[in-house]
T-cell receptor, first 114, second 115 residues
């Protein structure tokens, strides 16, 4: 499985933008880049995903580098509720069939200061 | 918005006892998963399930574990003879398809405490 590298922790001030980086230098052409987050005492929550182009949804934006070896999750205006662990995950196709599993790393723990 | 629900939220069991964790996936989803998270550690994949069969299982998912879809709505994880090291949060997830652009939707988990 292709691996991702994220900073262990980041801090942000409330109502400011947050850029969460992820490196995935061994990404393959069929890997989608997914982001999930896990709020305290909750299960993981899907945030956004993309393949090559930048993506926007109601929760966040995903900026993907042209060579796809890195990506950035952007929270445009952080709130206290955005304090969570953010996981960058590559979804790959193994041997022509998709096993479906998500492989979680340690993620980035985001602290949001009021 | 439809969600995955898990019961109970907390289960306390004596070591060696059997435990069943229950999940109700999102109604139109066909693919189901169990993950676990030991306190302070990463979320780990246990098993994926489709069409009443296990699609993939991890090394953690040994003979003491089993999964079942007993009816049209429930998806269960059974641990036959619990060990202390089975203490963890267990998360159920579901998705419409396996395809690698499909998000998985998670429940809030069952905290399993083995005494």
């Amino acid at each position: 499985d292709a691996k991702t590298t994220q900073p262990n922790s980041m801090e942000s001030n409330e109502e400011e933008p947050v850029h969460l980086p992820c490196n995935h230098s061994t990404i393959s052409g069929t890997d989608y880049i997914h982001w999930y987050r896990q709020l305290p005492s909750q299960g993981p929550e899907y945030v956004i995903h993309g393949l090559t182009s930048n993506v926007n949804n109601r929760m966040a934006s995903l900026a993907i580098a042209e060579d796809r070896k890195s990506s950035t999750l952007i929270l445009h205006r952080a709130t206290l509720r955005d304090a969570a662990v953010y996981y960058c995950i590559l979804r790959d196709v193994e041997g022509g069939s998709n096993t479906g599993k998500l492989i979680f790393g340690q993620g980035t723990t985001l602290q949001v200061k009021p | 918005e439809p969600e995955v629900t898990q019961t109970p939220s907390h289960q306390v069991t004596q070591m060696g006892q059997e435990v069943i964790l229950r999940c109700v996936p999102i109604s139109n989803h066909l693919y189901f998963y169990w993950y676990r998270q030991i306190l302070g550690q990463k979320v780990e994949f246990l098993v994926s399930f489709y069409n009443n069969e296990i699609s993939e299982k991890s090394e953690i998912f040994d003979d003491q574990f089993s999964v079942e879809r007993p009816d049209g709505s429930n998806f269960t994880l059974k641990i036959r003879s619990t060990k202390l090291e089975d203490s963890a949060m267990y998360f159920c997830a579901s998705s419409e398809r396996f395809h690698n652009n499909q998000p998985q939707h998670f429940g809030d988990g069952t905290r399993l405490s083995i005494l």
